[in-house]
């Protein structure tokens, strides 16, 4: 079983459509998790940090159940520009340092 | 541009060859972290260094791959002996435990794409 496991999708939408995605992992001693954006050939960008009481940042929703293992992401009013893959991280290690985990990444297209 | 920096972007070599990236992190950064990312996957941790040290490695790290980071500042990744599997993205990043803003960000720089043929 993977460490951190995503639909791979991809999901299409219309502009303007909301759409979520979730993500579950396995390692239950995990401290941190994080929503990364990575567009085609291009290196990956933190979108959004998730915290166990939820977080929004414009847009972007993000949900953490730690009961569950179960971590979401949330888009409203999608945007062309929202087009990439969302990976779902998590912090794997427990010695003082950010060793993130990765999904394999949720393909997300937007069309007009 | 003070984001990460890679050199090169691009590198196609022969099986059996051996390759050596750089990594020039953000500068007030001290720790230092190498990825692998193969098509359809997300990023595999690889290794992390906090200021010269190398302070954790990945199992995929094999005997072949040697990474440093001798003064602190840039990195460096070689891999010896090639082979048609080592073929992927390499990617680094940097972060400063001190730094103010989003706990945990890691800044990743563009990756060096190499090809093993």
Request: glycine share 8%.
């Amino acid at each position: 079983r993977k460490e951190v496991e995503q639909d791979p999708g991809p999901f299409n939408v219309p502009e303007g459509a909301t759409v979520a995605f979730n993500c579950t992992y396995s390692n239950s001693a995990s401290q941190s998790f994080f929503w990364y954006r990575q567009d085609c050939r291009k290196e990956p960008k933190l979108l959004m940090s998730v915290y166990s009481s939820g977080n929004e940042d414009g847009r972007f929703t993000a949900q953490l159940n730690r009961a569950s293992q179960y971590i979401s992401l949330l888009i409203r009013d999608s945007k062309l520009s929202d087009s990439a893959t969302y990976l779902c991280v998590v912090n794997g290690d427990m010695k003082g340092f950010q060793k993130l985990v990765f999904g394999t990444g949720t393909r997300l297209l937007v069309s007009p | 541009d003070t984001g990460v920096s890679q050199d090169p972007r691009h590198k196609i070599t022969k099986r059996g060859q051996n390759v050596t990236f750089r990594c020039d992190p953000i500068s007030e950064h001290n720790r230092l972290y190498w990825y692998r990312q193969t098509l359809g996957q997300g990023p595999e941790f690889l290794t992390y260094f906090q200021n010269e040290a190398q302070l954790e490695k990945s199992r995929l790290l094999s005997d072949r791959f040697s990474a440093e980071r001798p003064k602190g500042s840039f990195s460096t990744l070689e891999i010896q002996r090639t082979e048609q599997g080592d073929s992927a993205m390499y990617l680094c990043a940097s972060s400063s435990r001190r730094r103010e803003g989003r706990e945990g960000e890691q800044f990743f720089g563009p990756g060096t794409r190499l090809t093993v043929l």
